[in-house]
T-cell receptor, first 114, second 115 residues
Framework: GDSVTQMEGPVTLSEEAFLTINCTYT??????LFWYVQYPGEGLQLLLK?????DKGSNKGFEATYRKETTSFHLEKGSVQVSDSAVYFC?????????????FGKGTKLSVKP | DGGITQSPKYLFRKEGQNVTLSCEQN?????MYWYRQDPGQGLRLIYY???????QKGDIAEGYSVSREKKESFPLTVTSAQKNPTAFYLC??????????????FGQGTRLTVV
């Protein structure tokens, strides 16, 4: 079945450091791919998305490119801020299947130190 | 403003009691979901519904029940059969088109504690 694997956390960085959070997926069809962010005690918010191969999603300085050849959707940001501290979830939505639901990775906790 | 609302934000339950968590959306979304999140863990799907009067079990449905009598509402009941109900519960909704979900919108969550 479909699945999402993302790098284990926690990830701790200094302010202005470069961020990469790896995400790879397994899907039978041509999924849409998403990154969500969760701040402490809150629900998830969509950060960015890509719906087809080679699409680049971007928002708030974060970017991710849909790579079909490597089945990856890695999240990057050139210069992180303390306010980026949160848990980041990679997710996919595939065509049909028995459930038709969203598949989430386990999440990666990011802590940014001043 | 359109959105998805969960209530209450915090809920305490005595062992052996059923409790119902509310989830309402005014986004006109067809699909709605319930997830459970434990500390430091990812999301686990409890139930989902793609249309009114229909819903499907997710990965951890035992001890939970849902109803979908209206498009806007998808309440979750945590029954006494759920042995470890203390967790953070998240409701979400999305548009289901072309046999695929668009991005999901999440509520703010309900933190349930069994006392």
């Amino acid at each position: 079945g479909d699945s999402v694997t993302q790098m284990e956390g926690p990830v701790t960085l200094s302010e202005e450091a470069f961020l990469t959070i790896n995400c790879t997926y397994t899907a039978t069809g041509y999924p849409s791919l998403f990154w969500y962010v969760q701040y402490p005690g809150e629900g998830l918010q969509l950060l960015l998305k890509a719906t087809k191969a080679d699409d680049k999603g971007s928002n708030k300085g974060f970017e991710a490119t849909y790579r079909k050849e490597t089945t990856s959707f890695h999240l990057e940001k050139g210069s992180v801020q303390v306010s980026d501290s949160a848990v980041y979830f990679c997710a996919l939505s595939d065509h049909g299947g028995s459930q038709g639901n969203l598949i989430f990775g386990k999440g990666t906790k990011l802590s940014v130190k001043p | 403003d359109g959105g998805i609302t969960q209530s209450p934000k915090y809920l305490f339950r005595k062992e052996g009691q059923n409790v119902t968590l509310s989830c309402e959306q005014n986004l006109n979304h067809d699909a709605m979901y319930w997830y459970r999140q434990d500390p430091g863990q990812g999301l686990r799907l409890i139930y989902y519904s793609q249309i009114v009067n229909d819903f499907q079990k997710g990965d951890i449905a035992e001890g939970y029940s849902v109803s979908r009598e209206k498009k806007e509402s998808f309440p979750l009941t945590v029954t006494s059969a759920q042995k470890n109900p203390t967790a953070f519960y998240l409701c979400a909704s999305s548009i289901f088109e072309n046999r695929r979900n668009t991005e999901a919108f999440f509520g703010q969550g309900t933190r349930l504690t069994v006392v």
